[in-house]
């Protein structure tokens, strides 16, 4: 079985902070997909990354990055300069097992992060 | 292009009442699958599809139909709704395959059960 957990269920920062947002998982698979979608207030869930975990560099796409390590079992997300639009509730996600691919997620229960101005 | 459209936005239904939510894509993606998120659980998958004619259950099935007759519709069905299944409901579709395979998610149906 899988499992994931973000333990911050709520981080409040003040614009142009960095905040990083912890990402634990568990799985048994030797390859395995990760995610982190981000839900705003309107509702919707928004992708923003995958990584495979075949894949062990890390990523930075503007002001966000991602610190992948299979040592820890960790995926965690940094935002930088944090800014307002950046407020939302963001999930950390794990797909494996025989399904294979990325299709059955198995998600976190998701940190609301608040950017205050 | 609309991606996977999802309906209604919102219901309210009684105890014992049936209705289907309705989720259709416009990608002709083979995968398509519902989720059902509650406060403080993240998303938990109901049911899924990895094509026309078939699906398979999810984590948390109970109480909910599927069937997939076409690759562009997967509507889901509660029978006999219970208040347990007040809910926000997601539907997603998916490519088949790929490096960079990741689901679409719809924007998601707000269902209370009174």
């Known amino acids: 079985a899988q499992k994931v957990t973000q333990a911050q269920t709520e981080i409040s920062v003040v614009e142009k902070e960095d905040v990083t947002l912890d990402c634990v998982y568990e799985?048994?698979?030797?390859?395995?997909?990760l995610f982190w979608y981000k839900q705003p207030p309107s509702g919707e869930l928004v992708f923003l990354i995958r990584?495979?975990?075949?894949?062990?560099q890390n990523e930075i796409s503007g002001r966000y990055s991602w610190n992948f390590q299979k040592s820890t079992s960790s995926f965690n997300f940094t935002i930088t300069a944090s800014q307002v639009v950046d407020s939302a509730v963001y999930f950390c996600?794990?797909?494996?097992?025989?399904?294979?691919?990325?299709?059955?997620?198995?998600f976190g229960s998701g940190t609301q992060l608040t950017v205050l101005p | 292009n609309a991606g996977v459209t999802q309906t209604p936005k919102f219901q309210v239904l009684k105890t014992g009442q049936s209705m289907t939510l309705q989720c259709a894509q416009d990608?002709?993606?083979?995968?398509m699958s519902w989720y059902r998120q509650d406060p403080g659980m993240g998303l938990r998958l109901i049911h899924y599809s990895v094509g026309a004619g078939i699906t398979d259950q999810g984590e948390v099935p109970n109480g909910y139909n599927v069937s997939r007759s076409t690759t562009e519709d997967f509507p889901l069905r509660l029978l006999s709704a219970a208040p347990s299944q007040t809910s926000v409901y997601f539907c997603a579709s998916s490519r088949s395959g790929g490096r960079n395979e990741k689901l679409f998610f719809g924007s998601g149906t707000q269902l209370s059960v009174l």
């Open positions: 799985t048994r698979d030797t390859t395995y997909y």
């Open positions: 996600a794990l797909s494996a097992g025989t399904s294979g691919s990325a299709r059955q997620l198995t």
């Open positions: 990584r495979n975990s075949f894949d062990e």
């Open positions: 990608m002709n993606h083979e995968y």
